[in-house]
């Protein structure tokens, strides 16, 4: 009898569960992912840790952008059970990605190839990638991004942002005069808002937010992403699929999709709202934006013959209110993931967000100069737009400058926000003063070269009285500083910036005379043991005799060259013979006249310079301090 009424108990335990399951998949179906994750938080706590309801869970956590959670919930369906839709191993991965945790992304990721070979995002990620990941946090690049969370922004989800004439539309569910809430985030509907805006040397004023200046735009439901022709005449929407009587419709399952609408302006109003006629009450189409001509325009659509699961179409816009059969933009763009948000700037690059590609989370902002090259690569924004979390929403004003991103990342004041940013290049100042190494002397007329990494000449400029000179450089870069000035040999000084702007480096640069009261004065010349020719470096000092002979050209001189005590007497004597005498042969050969060089002599070990003589220890550096060569000057 105990045993049938535990069987019975247990029978009515798990009928419950799955009652309770089946009402918490019908608010999932319908969006509403806050009560959805309420009931199969409360089906596992009975016992009910099925694969569907940790996936649900996880998707209920993922689709509001709560990562932590929806990464907990995805990894225990994973460890649980060996044959998971790939694409909640997919999910997983971006949730470690997010959390930095790349070595448990990684792990899962082989897996997710094995099933998933052809499968672009795949292909994108592998332990490699993890530097290429960190660069994208670090940002290291040498533009300089201000980045400011908005103070129109409120606790509730803002997002969306697109400039006209000063006033910034977007999209908020601030409404809480409304008493409907979306059972997604459990927040009100979202309408359409504008406020102007005002930008001085990069900061912000704004005035009051309110509703968008329309009759009927804002409905219920919701209202978001506009785009507004150039001539400010028409604005485009996305919208619920809200007929005329304000009531949502649906299709056969039960979903309401979204759609795009259109308005005209009309005195200061828009109105006259006409649906465009490419929506479909079986699939999304929404997230409107013009090309820089406005000949074509962009959306997203979840519609049959896609890539994955949203993709980026575009249309060209006809005369009467026409439109060409929708395009996808191919793969290029789109990948088996979501890409969303476009936006095309001033000068056709189109920013779109993706969690299709390498990057530093969930949706990231990458853009794409495909409007000019079908075959042109995205390029990932890196940070600070992009982060962990979902980032999208990109727009660029004219100025290239300024503009703006939302993003629900922490630290902000709601559920989505909007960003301002400010983008310019970073820059330093290299500086210093010329001056002769020998005496201090401070040197005009040096002539300075700021040549870059790959050796090309960035600017030259020339010392004057006070013997400074001044470059204005890019951040994150290394330079090389040379100092040139006749009868001076060449100086070098190498220089790095930072990513700190306007910094001021200093680099004073120290010229080595070549002219010594009577002498010509270089390095030493080097020969190989017991040899006479003239070695390849031997050469680039004599260079310098060569460059003060050719600027003084009544220049005449005499060469001496002297050995140390090692070896006998009269073979030094020899060998310094022939030493001087090949110099003297570099010299004419390079053009310098015979009557210029009177003599060109070798003293061997006669005229020793310190005590190192025959059969005196002596250290290598003294002997060859006794090793030199005299370049003479005669007459100037």
């Known amino acids: 009898m105990k045993t049938k009424l535990i069987l019975f108990i247990f029978a009515l335990s798990c009928s419950y569960t799955f009652a309770q399951r089946k009402l918490a998949d019908k608010f999932f179906e319908n969006f509403s992912y806050v009560k959805a994750t309420e009931l199969y938080?409360?089906?596992?706590?009975?016992?009910?840790?099925?694969?569907?309801?940790?996936?649900?869970?996880?998707?209920?956590?993922?689709?509001?952008?709560?990562?932590?959670?929806?990464?907990v919930w995805y990894g225990k369906a994973l460890k649980k059970y060996d044959d998971v839709n790939p694409e909640y191993i997919y999910k997983y991965i971006q949730t470690q990605r997010s959390l930095d945790n790349y070595t448990e992304a990684?792990?899962?990721?082989?897996?997710?190839?094995?099933?998933?070979?052809?499968?672009?995002?795949?292909?994108?990620?592998?332990?490699?990638?993890?530097?290429?990941?960190?660069?994208?946090?670090?940002?290291?690049?040498?533009?300089?991004?201000?980045?400011?969370?908005?103070?129109i922004n409120t606790k509730y989800s803002d997002f969306g942002s697109f400039v006209y004439n000063d006033e910034l539309y977007f999209a908020s569910a601030r409404n809480t005069d409304e008493k409907k809430k979306y059972g997604?985030?459990?927040?009100?509907?979202?309408?359409?808002?504008?406020?102007?805006?005002?930008?001085?040397?990069?900061?912000?004023?704004?005035?009051?937010?309110?509703f968008i200046k329309a009759e009927k735009v804002n409905t219920d439901y919701h209202e978001a992403s506009v785009a507004i022709t150039n001539d400010g005449k028409t604005i485009y929407f996305t919208r619920d699929n809200v007929d005329r009587k304000n009531k949502l419709g649906y299709d056969k399952k039960g979903t309401s999709h979204l759609k795009m609408y259109k308005a005209t302006l009309v005195g200061e109003q828009w109105s006259d709202i006409v649906e465009l006629p490419f929506?479909?009450?079986?699939?999304?189409?929404?997230?409107?934006?013009?090309?820089?001509?406005?000949?074509?325009?962009?959306?997203?659509?979840?519609?049959?013959?896609?890539?994955?699961?949203?993709?980026?179409?575009?249309?060209?816009?006809?005369?009467?209110?026409?439109?060409?059969?929708?395009?996808?933009?191919?793969?290029?763009?789109?990948?088996?993931?979501?890409?969303?948000?476009?936006?095309?700037?001033?000068?056709?690059?189109?920013y779109f967000s993706s969690?299709?590609?390498?990057?530093?989370?969930?949706?990231?902002?990458?853009?794409?100069?495909?409007?000019?090259?079908?075959?042109?690569?995205?390029?990932?924004?890196?940070?600070?737009?992009?982060?962990?979390?979902?980032?999208?929403?990109?727009?660029?004003?004219g100025d290239k400058k300024t503009g703006y991103f939302s993003s629900d990342r922490e630290g902000g004041q709601g559920n989505d926000d909007i960003y301002g940013f400010k983008a310019e290049k970073c820059k330093q100042v290299i500086e210093g003063i010329a001056r002769d190494k020998k005496t201090n002397e401070i040197l005009s007329g040096?002539?300075?070269?700021?040549?870059?990494?790959?050796?090309?000449?960035?600017?030259?400029?020339?010392?004057?009285?006070?013997?400074?000179?001044?470059?204005?450089?890019?951040?994150?870069?290394?330079?090389?500083?040379l100092g040139s000035r006749e009868d001076y040999k060449d100086a070098k000084e190498e220089v790095t910036t930072d990513k700190t702007n306007e910094k001021v480096n200093k680099a004073d640069l120290y010229l080595q005379p070549l002219i010594d009261n009577d002498q010509i004065v270089i390095n030493p010349i080097f020969f190989d043991f017991d040899k006479w020719n003239i070695r390849t470096d031997a050469e680039y000092e004599l260079e310098n005799v060569v460059d003060v002979m050719r600027e003084h050209p009544k220049m005449v001189i005499k060469i001496e060259s002297h050995t140390d005590s090692r070896g006998s007497d009269n073979y030094n004597l020899k060998l310094s013979?022939?030493?001087?005498?090949?110099?003297?042969?570099?010299?004419?050969?390079?053009?310098?006249?015979?009557?210029?060089?009177?003599?060109?002599?070798?003293?061997?070990?006669?005229?020793?310079?310190?005590?190192?003589?025959?059969?005196?220890?002596?250290?290598?550096?003294?002997?060859?301090?006794?090793?030199?060569?005299?370049?003479?000057?005669?007459?100037?």
């Open 184 to 210: 997604w985030n459990d927040e009100p509907f979202l309408d359409l808002y504008q406020v102007n805006v005002k930008i001085t040397d990069g900061k912000r004023e704004f005035g009051t937010a309110d």
């Open 106 to 151: 990684n792990k899962w990721l082989a897996k997710f190839r094995n099933i998933q070979s052809n499968d672009s995002r795949g292909k994108e990620y592998s332990s490699e990638n993890v530097d290429i990941i960190k660069d994208l946090e670090e940002n290291d690049g040498d533009i300089i991004v201000e980045v400011e969370n908005l103070t």
């Open 279 to 350: 929506n479909d009450d079986y699939y999304s189409t929404g997230h409107p934006a013009l090309s820089a001509d406005n000949k074509k325009l962009y959306f997203v659509s979840d519609r049959e013959g896609g890539i994955g699961q949203t993709d980026i179409y575009e249309v060209d816009i006809l005369e009467g209110n026409k439109y060409s059969e929708p395009r996808n933009l191919g793969e290029k763009i789109n990948t088996e993931g979501r890409e969303m948000f476009p936006f095309v700037s001033k000068d056709s690059i189109m």
């Open 577 to 636: 013979d022939r030493r001087a005498k090949s110099t003297r042969d570099y010299l004419l050969s390079r053009g310098i006249a015979a009557d210029r060089i009177e003599s060109a002599n070798g003293y061997g070990e006669t005229q020793l310079l310190n005590k190192c003589s025959n059969g005196v220890k002596c250290t290598e550096e003294e002997h060859q301090l006794n090793r030199r060569s005299y370049f003479y000057i005669l007459k100037d």
């Open 41 to 71: 938080e409360e089906a596992v706590k009975k016992g009910d840790s099925s694969e569907h309801v940790l996936t649900r869970l996880g998707d209920c956590y993922y689709n509001n952008s709560k990562i932590k959670e929806a990464a």
């Open 355 to 397: 969690d299709g590609y390498l990057g530093l989370g969930l949706l990231d902002i990458y853009k794409s100069n495909i409007i000019k090259d079908e075959a042109a690569e995205p390029v990932n924004l890196g940070a600070p737009y992009n982060s962990g979390f979902d980032d999208f929403a990109y727009f660029i004003n």
């Open 446 to 481: 040096v002539e300075v070269k700021l040549i870059n990494k790959a050796g090309k000449i960035v600017e030259t400029v020339t010392t004057t009285a006070d013997g400074a000179y001044r470059f204005e450089a890019d951040c994150n870069k290394t330079y090389t500083i």
